[in-house]
């Protein structure tokens, strides 16, 4: 590995961030522990909040969204606040609350689709389940996290003697049908001491009674690793977007001097279009916004004073140009890995990017010496989106959408640069200091 790479310590941080976050309930356990790591204190929404500018503080709502803020020394009204949004969930297959299905003398689990993957990637690939269940605890409903370590379950292609036009068609999988994943071998017909649910509760050291529910993922149990001639490279779940995750985290983590009120929110349901209570589409965000305000004793007018000065940065990845296929990429306008963060722009705003925000964080990434990248999507064909147009119109705040370029966006495994995620945590580390 050459020492360019090799001093890029943040790739490495990012690829054990994600090893301990297979699902965003876990995700967001990982924020917590390292905010608490760094010095932040724990706020519970339904409790009175006592704030002191310079400390840092963390809320979370249903275990999976978090927000995490920094009391600034410059008041709100004077500096606004300097926000940055990124989600904790990924797409992927959750099971049904009743899984099991006997097929042929096999146990299987089925699935849901969650967001948008790439299913064919979940095909011929070692999986374990992942997520939380809800138990009963002295007569009150509780949650834990789960997570088996080792391979599980296994979705396996149809041999191609069978499907003998999948290289010529593509694999495609009927989600009704075709999607369960084979668990377990039956020999003797299931009873309520057989099956999953009871290897559930024996895993999880829980009587059968204690179990009332489940939310589980299947999920690669292949570690993320660098890979390319100079370890140039990342491969793992998750990219989308436990890197932009990560580096908010640690941006704030790290911020340091008299910066304005950072605040950095962290959202489940992204993948599924950010409308619930927890999502970017809620209150979640705005409700914190409210609470420092009330906390720092700013009447109403000034609150609106400090969201006209603030400023939010919606994080997320974006489409690395990929050289097999470049008919997919406006020509002028495409984004490379290991080139730094990605402004995102969109005239339809898909991306909540104007010219004004663009100038801002391409001006700021030149102070910083972070590399900077343009992206528009191709125009005839349809554009993702981010939590970036849903807050700025939410909070009436500027919003600028960026990310690190990455490929196979939505896939069990993706890639990008090894370099990206030390700019980017650069980036959103000087954009809360206020620089």
């Known amino acids: 590995m050459s020492r360019k790479y090799a001093e890029a310590p943040w790739a490495d941080d990012l690829l054990a961030y994600i090893g301990r976050s297979p699902t965003p309930w876990h995700a ?47 008041p709100p009204t004077q500096s606004g606040y300097r926000m940055v949004g990124a989600h904790t969930d990924s797409p992927g297959l959750r099971l049904k609350p009743k899984p099991q299905m006997i097929k042929g003398g096999w146990e299987t689990l089925t699935a849901e689709v969650y967001g948008g993957p790439i299913l064919v990637t979940f095909a011929d690939r070692d999986l374990t389940l992942a997520g939380r269940l809800a138990v009963r605890e002295s007569g009150n409903v509780a949650t834990r996290l789960f997570h088996h370590p080792e391979p599980l379950v296994r979705i396996p292609n149809l041999a191609i003697h069978m499907n ?55 999920c690669d149990t292949q570690p993320g690793r660098r890979y390319g001639p100079r370890g140039e ?67 109403t007018d000034e609150q609106r004073r400090a ?37 995102k722009i969109n005239a339809k705003q898909r991306y909540a990017t104007d010219v004004v925000g663009e100038a801002f964080f391409a001006e700021l990434c030149q102070r910083l010496e972070v590399p900077v990248q343009k992206y528009v999507h191709r125009v005839n064909l349809p554009c993702g989106s981010t939590i970036g147009p849903i807050s700025a119109a939410r909070l009436g705040v500027r919003t600028i959408d960026i990310g690190s ?23 959103l580390g000087g954009f809360l200091e206020g620089a």
């Open 164 to 218: 003998r036009s999948v290289n010529d068609e593509g694999l495609k999988f009927d989600t009704a049908t075709e999607l369960a994943a084979l668990f377990d071998q039956v020999d003797t017909p299931l009873t309520a001491e057989s099956g999953f649910e009871a290897w559930l509760c024996d895993q999880a050291g829980l009587d059968t009674r204690e179990l009332l529910g489940f939310e589980l993922a299947l």
């Open 233 to 299: 490279f990342l491969s793992t779940g998750q990219l989308d977007n436990l890197t932009s995750t990560h580096a908010a985290i640690e941006a704030l983590c790290a911020a340091e001097g008299a910066m304005p009120t950072g605040v950095v929110a962290l959202f489940d349901h992204e993948e599924i279009g950010s409308e619930s209570y927890k999502g970017a589409g809620g209150t979640f965000l705005q409700d914190v916004i409210a609470r420092i305000a009330h906390g720092l004793d700013l009447g």
């Open 28 to 74: 967001a356990a990982s924020a917590v522990k390292r905010f608490e790591e760094a010095g932040f204190e724990s706020l519970d929404e339904d409790e009175a909040w006592s704030l002191k500018p310079g400390h840092g503080y963390y809320v979370v709502r249903d275990s999976s969204s978090v927000i995490a803020f920094r009391v600034g020394e410059q």
């Open 405 to 427: 370029p990455i490929w196979g966006m939505h896939s069990i495994r993706e890639s990008g640069g090894a370099l990206d995620q030390d700019y980017l945590v650069r980036a």
């Open 307 to 343: 969201l006209a000065r603030s400023w939010l940065v919606s994080a997320d990845t974006a489409h690395a140009y990929h050289p097999n296929f470049p008919g997919y990429y406006d020509d002028e306008n495409t984004v490379r890995a290991n080139g730094g963060p990605a402004i």
